[in-house]
Antibody, heavy 125, light 106 residues
Framework: EIQLQESGPGLVKPSQSLSLTCSVT?????????WSWIRKFPGNKMEWMGY???????NYNPSLKSRISITRDTSKNQFFLQLNSVTTEDTATYYC??????????????????WGQGTLVTVSS | EIVLTQSPTTMAASPGEKVTLTCRAS?????MHWYQQRSGTSPKLWIY???KLASGVPNRFSGSGSGTSYSLTINSMETEDAATYYC?????????FGGGTKLELK
């Protein structure tokens, strides 16, 4: 059974970088699928941040494009989120997830099949 | 970016009551997907490709819709269905979520 687990600091100072790790068990991240980061803000708004594919390519939400980087360590079956120049507005619960995506020639279809438990990151001085 | 608007924002239903949650997209999407999030837990895939139930989802749940209007229906509300439900589109990047409907037990 696939499991995803986020880890990282729960408190980050404004202007610093936020770094999180997603450890995956039960599936090898280079075997298939896209591996995403999603965050949920206080008040319930959710935002897809970006993904790294099984081949190593990345795709980011344009709203974050200048600040975000998603990388991986295939030897540890982990992928990572780095978000630079954080502000208090980046305070959120951060989730990693495995996406399912396909294009059948007519439609693009994608959803998040498996999620980690989430980790709360607070940006505060 | 496709904006998803869910309604109502909050609602309460009695056991046995039929419930319908709505999600409207600012542009046409091919499918809609739904997640259930109970308090203190992570979101779970609930319905995908508009009408397919994820593994373990009771068959009192159903999904329907097309274009810009989609819905999730609970045929007969049960205690365990109290949660927040989110819709999500994966037709166009960036993938986006609705603001959620909090469903409470009356």
């Amino acid at each position: 059974e696939i499991q995803l687990q986020e880890s990282g600091p729960g408190l980050v100072k404004p202007s610093q970088s936020l770094s999180l790790t997603c450890s995956v068990t039960g599936y090898t991240i280079t075997s298939g699928y896209d591996w995403s980061w999603i965050r949920k803000f206080p008040g319930n708004k959710m935002e897809w941040m970006g993904y790294i594919s099984y081949s190593g390519s990345t795709n980011y939400n344009p709203s974050l494009k200048s600040r975000i980087s998603i990388t991986r360590d295939t030897s540890k079956n982990q992928f990572f989120l780095q978000l630079n120049s954080v502000t208090t507005e980046d305070t959120a619960t951060y989730y990693c997830a495995r996406s399912r995506y396909y294009y059948d020639g007519y439609y693009h279809v994608g959803w998040f099949a498996y999620w980690g438990q989430g980790t709360l990151v607070t940006v505060s001085s | 970016e496709i904006v998803l608007t869910q309604s109502p924002t909050t609602m309460a239903a009695s056991p046995g009551e039929k419930v319908t949650l709505t999600c409207r997209a600012s542009s046409s999407v091919s499918y809609m997907h739904w997640y259930q999030q109970r308090s203190g837990t992570s979101p779970k895939l609930w319905i995908y490709e508009t009408s397919k139930l994820a593994s373990g989802v009771p068959n009192r749940f159903s999904g329907s819709g097309s274009g810009t209007s989609y819905s999730l229906t609970i045929n007969s509300m049960e205690t365990e269905d109290a949660a927040t439900y989110y819709c999500q589109q994966g037709s166009s990047y960036p993938w986006t979520f609705g603001g959620g409907t909090k469903l409470e037990l009356k």
